[in-house]
């Protein structure tokens, strides 16, 4: 991890301060996960000294939601005032001191080398008016669960994971059920076996890369490798900031109402996986079955959404993200998780809502007034 958190930080002198920053956010949120994985352990032999010690580390996609507008706001001003905006956001949200004061150190490094004392303190107060504009959402699920022979349950002793996400406030979006897909095919239908029977041969038939593909997805919070392979094009492609900070800006807040409507979905339709279907259909070590309703996927919906942001704001490198996204739906049908129309259905649901997003960059602005102190 240390090698990463290095090579994370190294970037040429010309990428857009918000890409570098991104890159720093990057390494500082591996070894957050890193602390926390290391706390768990450290409890279960008896030792909790360290997991008392964590605040909750925030939902990923909350941190790099955050981090890319507060960024946004701030790129127009300066460099120094992305930094500040940056350092707001990462002192607010990361979980330790250790941490935080990697980023007091980074923030002094980056005054030493912009000494625009006011661009860093206009960005910082545009970061605070970012995280007061958009508290944490609550968590709890109120709703009832659904019974009947096809609908989908959550594991025996466990809560539906994400069932109150469809009650959180879109960005972007009016309301989360605004691109809601059709209704999948009913179980006992010809749609559904043929469907069904698609994803059984998979599993039977899974060839070596796409159990790497299926392993890799499986293992990766979308917002946080959309965030990587973001930073890494841009910087590549050398994009210049206030761009860069746009692009990232509209890739998350795609991201952020892409997974909001597809848990809508969801919760909408309550249906369950292929295995439940099918206990013949196995999954690849490594994937782990989700412990939420399968149509659409959740793959699918940020993948729709990454790719159409990436590709208009980096035509260069469309070819490839384009393959990422196609990649990254189909390994949940490898995968054994997840049936074609779950995938198809989220890719036109994600693709819709960036289009939005791109379509309407004012309902991303903070309302005056509201967050001010």
Known sequence: MLLLAVL???????????????HDALAFWASADDDQRQAAVDAARGDSTGLRALRPLPPAGRLWTLLALAQADAAPHGPAAVAGASAAVLDSLLPTDALRQRVAARLADATAALPDTAGLALGRHLALRRLRAHP???PTWRGLRPTGPHVWAPSPGTEPEGAAVPGFRPLVLRRADQFRPPPPPLPGSDAFA?????????????????RRAARF?????????WTRRA????????????????TLAHLHASLYDATIACWEAKYHYWLLRPEHADSTITRPFGVALPNFPAYPSGHACTAGAAETILTAA??????????????????????????????????????????????????LAVPLGEADE
């Open 217 to 225: 997805w499986a293992l990766r919070h979308s917002a946080t490798e």
């Open 8 to 22: 994370l930080w190294i970037a040429p002198a010309d990428t857009a301060a918000s890409v570098r920053w991104t």
């Open 194 to 210: 043929s469907a069904l029977a698609e994803v059984r041969e998979a599993a039977q038939t899974r060839t070596a890369a796409q």
């Open 231 to 246: 930073a890494d094009l841009l910087a590549r492609e050398n994009t210049p900031d206030p761009e860069a900070a746009r």
């Open 136 to 138: 944490a959402n609550d």
């Open 314 to 363: 980096l035509p260069g490198a469309a070819d490839e993200i384009r393959a990422a996204a196609w990649e990254m739906a189909e390994s949940r049908l490898w995968g054994g998780v997840h049936y074609r129309f779950d995938n198809d259905a989220g890719l036109a649901l994600g693709r819709a809502v960036a289009r939005t997003v791109a379509d309407h960059p004012d309902r």
